[in-house]
């Protein structure tokens, strides 16, 4: 066997490099969180780490950006969800795009401590924000977030009559179809208020799991202003289906007009503020085809429409409609079911005040184009509003279903009340 033998040089070689391996290795394991004291040369100095952390602090701008809702949500508001805010700074940018790149618009407020998006987002949509904001000492921060907004299957939407800014008469309820089947009936109604500058006391009634109507004790006071207020908004109306409405609505009441049909003397008595200002010649329902009773709210005006009886159950052994007028002129809708007030033209003039025979509903003489404002029905027409009331006496007929059309006065008020859920 060979003997090597080492000389002074070699040794000192060694010891150098593994001093040096040594001093790598301590140096790398002071960066895992080790004991600096025990790091070579600067074993003494515990001030280092110190000095490196306060000039990172005298780098890092003080302004505090939140974004809103927090990265990664879902189910997110598509109404007030979205902002931007900073404390300890001033906003100098705020960017926000759909995931496929489409620009946000949207405004820093006149402080530059906030900022939202300038109108509603859509359902069902990914959002990203980027956020910018600077300290009194001119440095930057930075913030970055995504949110999902909540889904069509997820939410529910209150489709609403009448109309904002609209002129109604004075038995028009407040009715409210939901697109969703609503199981938490009382935290929906508890958003929805509905009131009236008459002060009248004004409940909702829940006719099914869909629809909700609101109305006072007697007809709303002629001249009065209501204002239906949907603040929806995240309200959880079934499980994990939320409200996304947040709106308010205001209408106007007209003058107080009620007819009064009587099938008995075949003759309609148009009242305004309860005086008879008209009486019309009509012809209701025949006997065989009886006109309901109650009281009818007009939800529909058409100045010409198609009536096909097959639509309603009236059809002769072929199946085909037993009639289909495809203009009938005047006609104002009183019930889903099919029951109309509208102009005849098609039968004799001798009928009306004298005979009743339509299919059920109330006619009223008239001629066919509907041009001819001298008429009994295009009068009548003229003078009347959706939401006006039509009462409708001794056919021999049932009272019509409240929830048949706008019909909810038939209920008495402890009824309607009884069906509140608040």
């Known amino acids: 066997m060979e003997k090597r033998v080492m000389t002074d040089s070699k040794r000192r070689r060694g010891l150098m490099a593994a001093s040096a391996l040594l001093g790598g290795v301590l140096v790398l394991s002071a960066c895992s969180g080790g004991d600096a004291k025990a790091s070579g040369s600067d074993a003494g100095d515990s001030t280092s780490q110190a000095k490196v952390d306060e000039a990172a602090a005298k780098k890092t701008s003080e302004a505090q950006i939140k974004i809103t809702p927090k990265d990664g949500s879902d189910?997110?508001?598509?109404?007030?969800?979205?902002?931007v805010t900073v404390s300890k700074g001033t906003l100098t940018?705020?960017?926000m795009k759909t995931a496929a790149g489409t620009a946000v618009a949207g405004q820093i407020s006149a402080d530059k401590k906030s900022w939202?998006?300038?109108a509603q987002l859509d359902r069902a949509t990914t959002y990203k924000v980027a956020a910018e904001a600077t300290d009194s000492a001119g440095r930057t921060a930075h913030e970055n977030a995504s949110f999902t907004t909540v889904s069509p299957s997820n939410s529910f939407i209150g489709n609403f009559t009448p109309e904002d800014g609209s002129t109604v008469g004075v038995g028009m309820p407040v009715s409210i179809n939901f697109d969703k089947a609503i199981t938490n009936k009382a935290a929906v109604q508890?958003?929805?208020?509905v009131s009236s500058t008459s002060g009248q006391e004004v409940v909702g009634h829940w006719f099914s799991a869909n629809r909700l109507d609101f109305r006072p004790d007697d007809y709303w006071t002629g001249g009065s202003t209501v204002t239906l207020k949907l603040n929806l908004d995240g309200i959880e109306g079934a499980t994990g289906v939320y409200g996304v409405q947040q709106k308010t609505v205001t209408f106007k009441i007209g003058r107080n007009q009620v007819s009064i049909v009587d099938a008995k003397t075949k003759t309609m008595k148009v009242t305004q503020d309860g005086k008879t200002i008209k009486t019309i010649p009509i012809s209701a329902g025949s006997p065989e085809n009886t006109t309901y009773e109650g009281q009818?709210?007009?939800s529909e005006k058409f100045k010409e429409t198609r009536m096909n009886g097959a639509t309603v159950g009236f059809t002769d052994d072929d199946g085909k409609g037993e009639y289909d007028i495809k203009d009938v002129p005047h006609a104002?809708?009183?019930?889903?079911s099919g029951t109309f007030v509208h102009g005849n033209y098609w039968g004799a003039k001798s009928i009306f005040g004298a005979v009743n025979t339509s299919h059920g509903c109330v006619g009223l003489s008239d001629t066919k184009g509907a041009n001819d404002a001298?008429?009994?029905a295009a009068w009548f027409y003229n003078h009347s509003l959706i939401g006006d009331v039509v009462v409708v006496k001794n056919t021999g007929d049932k009272t019509i279903a409240p929830d048949n059309g706008l019909n909810?006065?038939?209920?008495?008020?402890a009824a309607w009340k009884a069906g509140s859920a608040v």
């Open 408 to 413: 909810g006065w038939n209920l008495d008020w």
């Open 93 to 95: 940018s705020v960017t």
């Open 332 to 336: 104002m809708r009183l019930s889903n």
């Open 296 to 298: 009818m709210v007009i």
């Open 190 to 193: 508890k958003g929805i208020t």
């Open 75 to 83: 189910n997110a508001s598509i109404n007030n969800a979205a902002a």
């Open 116 to 118: 939202k998006p300038s």
């Open 374 to 376: 001298s008429t009994p």
